[in-house]
């Protein structure tokens, strides 16, 4: 049997993939991944939509690390990198932005000089508030009608799904 012939007797058996359920197995719209992924894709499209529109030239994945410093100031750029998930030549092309935009600085690690660390400079900080405003106002437009309780089980959920695929 050839590969054509394969696929087309594993479609015309999908009843056995169906568990019972009424469920079609792939269907990428109904793939949590997916889901996932619109959810997040609706969500940066919408902090770069207001922070522009506040005045403010910041990409979402520029908030990823200023949001990191808000947490942690003067960390080292390794551990910016693991606490974003985003590979080293993308943050350091992110950082050498938000230099230029002086956000943040950077200085060699004594301890390490191949590292360096990370600070927020005075317009770093000063930024926060407003940025916060807006993500705060973001999230309480996509949990419009949501409540609390449910918010509280998706947050776990899906801090469990990292936990599972992040090991």
Known sequence: MNKEESLKDTLEDKEEYDFGVGFDPFKIEDTLGFIINRAAIIIRKRLAKMTKEAGYD???????????????????QTILIEKTLKDKTRVTRLLTRLIEKSYVTKKTDEADRRNYIIYLTEE??????DIVKIVNKIMENASN????????????????????LNE
């Open 58 to 76: 910041i990409t979402p994945e520029e908030f990823a690390l200023l949001s990191r410093l808000w947490e942690e100031d003067g960390i080292q």
């Open 124 to 129: 770093g900080y000063a930024i926060k508030t």
């Open 145 to 164: 009608d949501i409540d609390q309780d449910e918010i509280n089980v998706t947050k776990k959920i899906l801090r469990k799904i990292f936990q599972n």
